[in-house]
Nanobody, 119 residues
Framework: QVQLVESGGGLVQPGGSLRLSCAAS????????MGWYRQAPGKERDLVAS???????NYVDSVKGRFTISRDSTKNTVYLQMNNLKPEDTAVYYC?????????????WGQGTQVTVSS
């Protein structure tokens, strides 16, 4: 199985920055695409950013120019650099990764990390 552990969330003022990290561990051959989702109270979980194994990144329009997703394959870690944070960015952020294990490829989720943007 694969475990994803997020870190880096917290409370920040509008305009501030946070860097989220998600490290994958466990038994897998390799990781496929990785991404960050977020879920605000009363809302569905939505994709924020994703990054393919080759490095191609995609972002939801609301975070373009402010967030940057990256990955370090040697560390099996994906990052989300969040700049110029806004109150509407407040949510639980979840790491997602596709991983190849012995029986096939599956998606895995982290436990989530709270990001609160408030003055």
């Amino acid at each position: 199985q694969v475990q994803l552990v997020e870190s880096g969330g917290g409370l920040v003022q509008p305009g501030g920055s946070l860097r989220l990290s998600c490290a994958a561990s466990g038994s897998f051959f390799w990781l496929n695409a990785m991404g960050w989702y977020r879920q605000a109270p009363g809302k569905e979980r939505d994709l924020v950013a994703s990054i393919a194994s080759g490095g191609m990144a995609n972002y939801v329009d609301s975070v373009k120019g402010r967030f940057t997703i990256s990955r370090d394959s040697t560390k099996n870690t994906v990052y989300l650099q969040m700049n110029n944070l806004k109150p509407e960015d407040t949510a639980v952020y979840y790491c997602n990764a596709g991983a190849r294990i012995w029986r096939g490829s599956f998606e895995y989720w982290g436990q989530g990390t709270q990001v609160t943007v408030s003055s």
